[in-house]
């Protein structure tokens, strides 16, 4: 499986933009980029992705490298609720019966000073 | 709409013991994976079911073994308990037949084996 790098930690204050990067240089053509975090205490949740183009949802936006080997997710207005562990993960496109695994990282702590 | 929910939350086993942890999956969805997540680590898969089959599985030794059921709740058995079996235990559910493929999780069981 391609594997991602991310940074083991990073911190933001509260209000301001966090850019959270993740490389992955040997991703196939076929590889969604997806985003999930764990909050303290908590199962990992979706938070956005994609495949080319660059995404907006309500929790974050994801900026996709023409090239495709690395992509950074954007929290626009850090708050404390977002402190948690921000996992980029590849996943083959859906193509038959059953699911595809999560392969996680360690992913990228995010501390938000207040 | 009722999420993934996982019981027991806590649990303290021996040495050599069994244990059986429960996971209900979110309404509509059929596909059931397990994650063991050990301290400071991101999840790490140990197996997914579909429609009651094993569908995929992690680098996990047979001890690891579960159970799906007509209304798609699951379990996962651990038999023999070793120290480093000590983790978070999380269950995840899915309809893969959505285009996201997204993993709802739960907020896990954590085992402690003395």
């Known amino acids: 499986d391609a594997k991602t790098t991310q940074p083991n930690s990073m911190e933001s204050n509260e209000e301001e933009p966090v850019h959270l990067p993740c490389n992955h240089s040997?991703?196939?053509?076929?590889?969604?980029i997806h985003w999930y975090r764990q909050l303290p205490s908590q199962g990992p949740e979706y938070v956005i992705h994609?495949?080319?183009s660059n995404v907006n949802n309500r929790m974050a936006s994801l900026a996709i490298a023409e090239d495709r080997k690395s992509s950074t997710l954007i929290l626009h207005r850090a708050t404390l609720r977002d402190a948690a562990v921000y996992y980029c993960i590849l996943r083959k496109a859906y193509s038959g019966a059953g699911s595809y695994q999560l392969t996680f990282g360690k992913g990228t702590k995010l501390s938000v000073i207040p | 709409e009722t999420g993934v929910t996982q019981s027991p939350t806590h649990l303290i086993k021996t040495r050599g013991q069994q244990v059986t942890l429960r996971c209900s999956s979110q309404?509509?969805?059929?596909?059931v994976s397990w994650y063991q997540q050990a301290l400071g680590q991101g999840p790490q898969f140990i197996f997914q079911?579909?429609?009651?089959?094993?569908?995929g599985r992690g680098n996990f030794p047979p001890r690891f073994s579960g159970l799906q059921f007509p209304n798609y709740s699951s379990e996962l058995n651990v038999n023999a308990l070793e120290l480093d079996d000590s983790a978070l235990y999380l269950c995840?559910?899915?309809?893969?037949?959505?285009?996201?493929?997204?993993?709802?999780f739960g907020p896990g069981t954590r085992l402690l084996v003395l």
């Open positions: 995840a559910s899915s309809y893969p037949a959505s285009p996201r493929g997204t993993q709802y």
């Open positions: 040997t991703i196939s053509g076929t590889d969604y």
């Open positions: 309404s509509g969805h059929n596909t």
């Open positions: 079911y579909y429609r009651e089959e094993e569908n």
């Open positions: 994609g495949l080319t």
